[in-house]
């Protein structure tokens, strides 16, 4: 039977399982029985997807990732190489705790950093950023930045991944790329102005034509001449 998505041959595919359209399968990786991916995702080198995992649409995990039970993964999710994800807060090898595992929901288009960690049982919110190496232990929300040990908010981040200046006189905060206005709602809750959460991207703003040092630099003129 033709299959609808690509598998390198080094992968290790269990049956059942749900793979969408479209979705890559890189060297080495293993996808358990019972894990159900999206459409469009592309899994990179030895990426292990546990049993009852989910994926949404147009998830990216890079290389030397391990999704475990217990983890939900909304669509155009980013996950940057050998970050970590748990499902038990106090794991022992002599305590079998295999049916406690704890939830860990990442929600749409967040981006978990290279090296970070996700302690489970927490939501990490839309598009909420989580810096390389950042350790996180409890929820976070949409449009986040998070960075350090353990990870503490830094700020915010645009959904196009471009930190937020301070917010004008109207309390507003404009991306740096797309010019999307965002706005404090409530206390510690973002709100994009100009495009609903759950709406794509137009065509013209879904490719960059700048790296994140061009918007640095346009931010501090005498540092980056």
Not at 67 to 95: A, H, K, M
Request: a negative charge.
């Amino acid at each position: 039977m033709t299959r609808s998505f690509f598998a390198h041959e080094s992968a290790y595919i269990d049956e059942p399982c749900e793979i969408g359209a479209g979705t890559k399968i890189w060297h080495f990786c293993h996808i358990s029985a019972g894990a159900q991916l999206g459409e469009g995702c592309n899994l990179g080198q030895n990426v292990f997807i546990a049993s009852g995992v989910v994926l949404g649409k147009r998830v990216k995990i890079q290389n030397n990732v391990s999704v475990y039970t217990g983890t939900t993964i909304e669509d155009e999710v980013f996950l940057g190489p050998s970050c970590v994800l748990t499902n038990v807060t106090n794991p022992r090898s002599q305590v079998n705790r295999q049916q406690l595992y704890e939830n860990t929901l990442l929600k749409r288009g967040c981006s978990i950093g290279a090296n970070a960690t996700i302690v489970c049982g927490v939501e990490i919110g839309r598009y909420a950023f989580v810096g390389a190496g950042a350790v996180v232990t409890g929820n976070v929300p949409d449009y986040a930045l998070m960075l350090g040990v353990p990870a503490r908010q830094a700020g915010w981040m645009s959904r196009h991944g471009q930190r937020l200046p301070a917010a004008d006189d109207n309390g507003i905060m404009t991306c740096p790329e797309s010019g999307y206005r965002y706005q404090e709602t409530a206390q510690g809750q973002l709100t994009c102005l100009d495009l609903d959460e759950a709406a794509p991207l137009p065509e013209d703003l879904a490719r960059s034509q700048y790296s994140y040092d061009y918007f640095k630099s346009k931010e501090n003129p005498k540092e980056n001449p």
